[in-house]
């Protein structure tokens, strides 16, 4: 068990972590999430007692950790895979810390087969890549067979089975019973492997929640809504219906709408009373990761810009621009219309940037589901273009 | 202090799974050794050309300890680099996780780098003065001469707190950059020149090189100190201990 009580740290004016208070209970895998840069290793190294709070308190299993009896066979931490000397063999860094702890040797080799770097327990842990570098630091929290582990971002250069086999050693952890507290910034991973989630943003708790409950309570539902092929009309037709009754539909790239805000049976109404025919009404969850996104969307530090490329791309050789190909490009499929650029982006991405990735609405971020088209790349031409669609 | 045996067997592992360990103790005492032999050497042929004043006061064993200051630096580098090991690569947060206890942490890295030192500065030290007797022929001295061994305990003395110096100061330092950057051109150079400009020998020889080498002088005249060997020496585990205490201080204070 870990607990916080309104744990702070600040660095000069930066304040890493504010007032964070939170639970880690025994028995089941906790998902430390955030953005990078948003304290999640300040405050595992708090735990540790590696940093000191500027004010609040945390605590292990009651105790603060540098009050903790044999604090090595209690709580065992991979805080870094790169933090091993690489001069230095991966059994002999274990056995250094093993004799720290009064671990027998005999133990290093167990965790060195647990983590599957018996082969190489004799090399030197310079040549390891950064896969093995996990496993090795693995191997040294589970050395001391502690009720309490901690990892930071331990499937980071992991290949599948690499990941597959962490999140299955977190959630046998803690089906023995032992607190399991796992930090990461892929939600997806999260979703996967643990059982409650702790999320913060700029270092402020933002959920405290199982993932079950995170999932019911962040993701919005929404319906997908499908007119006939051919006829756009149709899909004009319904937009203007459902924004008239306070719904908010988008167009996906593959024709269909997004609809938000409306109840399906009540889509349903009013396409019938508009009189248009449906081949599509669904109703969907947004993913995890989405709503993950939006809760942490204004904490997060490092955000790109848009690369412009001004002044770098190149026209093409003769022919038309990209951009003017668009519209008359791809016969058959249905045209987007005045307002309504819900066209279909089927085939390869034009290098010119199609039109719906100009027109994405703005509330809907940068995470639609369907892998958005090249939609920023800022080809100027396709910007002409857009505007002339309007 | 909880587990000083452990943390010690740790600290030994530690030091004995890398490799600069070997390379620098081996540095040093190849190089204390071999370019005290080379000056023994030098000065057995010049013996008749020296001044009388030099003749007269011309210090055997202090001679054969000539190549100290060019082995001291090997010293200083594994000083550095075991405490550099830690903050350099991070394993720094691994060991203060397994030992909560900084001044235990501490304590036993102290004694284990401490102890290895004063063996490999003892051995260099004995070695070095009798290669340096048995060069310098009928010029040289013997062990049993008055303040002689004193002179070549000293000089393993000196060994290991130049070393423990370094090590602490490390540990205030906690990058090996800024560490070896202060240090090697200090002990090389600055302290050197400081010792023998007019103007600020006054000062520089309470510095704890120019201070702590007294100890390996059997002939005081040669060096003109206002103090003695061991006076000489102690002002140096002065410098030590401060240096160790700082060490102590920022290890406890400051964030992992």
Redesign the interface.
Known sequence: MIEAYGLTKRYGAKTAVYNLTFQVRPGAVTGFLGPNGSGKSTTM?MI?????PTSGQVTVGGHA??G?P???RQ?G?L??A????????AR??L????????IPTRRVDEVLGVVGLQEVGKKRSKGFSLGMGQRLGIA?ALLGDPQVLLFDEPVNGLDPEGILWVRNLMKRLASEGRTVFVSSHLMSEMAQTADHLIVIGRGQLMADMSVNEFITRNSVGFARVRTPEGEPEQQEKLTAVLQEAGGQPQPEGDGALRVTGLPLPHISDLAHHAGVRLWELSPHQASLEEAYMRMTQGSVDYRSTVDERAGLQQQMPGGPLPGQQMPGGLPGTPMPGQHMPGAPVPGPPMPGGPVPGQQMPAQQGGWAPPPPPPQDAPNPYARAEGGDAR | MA?VS??L???W??VR????TLWTLVASVVVTVGLGAMICTLTQSEFSRMSTRSQLTFDPTYTAFAGMSLGQLAMIAFGVLVVS?EYG?????????????RGTFLLCKVLVAGLLVLVVGMVTSFATFFLGQALLGDHGTNIGEPGVLRAVLGGGLYMTLIMLFSLGFTFVMRSPLLAFAILMPWFFLVANILGSVSATKKFAQYLPDQAGGTVMSVVPDSLDRPYGPWGGLLIMVAWTAVALLAGYVVLKKR??
Do not use: C, W, Y
């Open positions: 190294r540790l007692g590696l940093d000191t950790f540098k903790l044999n604090a090595p709580v931490a805080l870094d790169k933090a091993v000397h690489g001069g230095r063999s002999n860094h056995l250094s810390l093993a004799q720290l702890s009064g040294a | 587990h452990r943390v067997k740790s600290e592992t530690k799974s890398v490799r600069s090991a690569t991070g394993m720094i947060r691994s060991s203060l996780t397994a030992v909560p206890q964030d992992a």
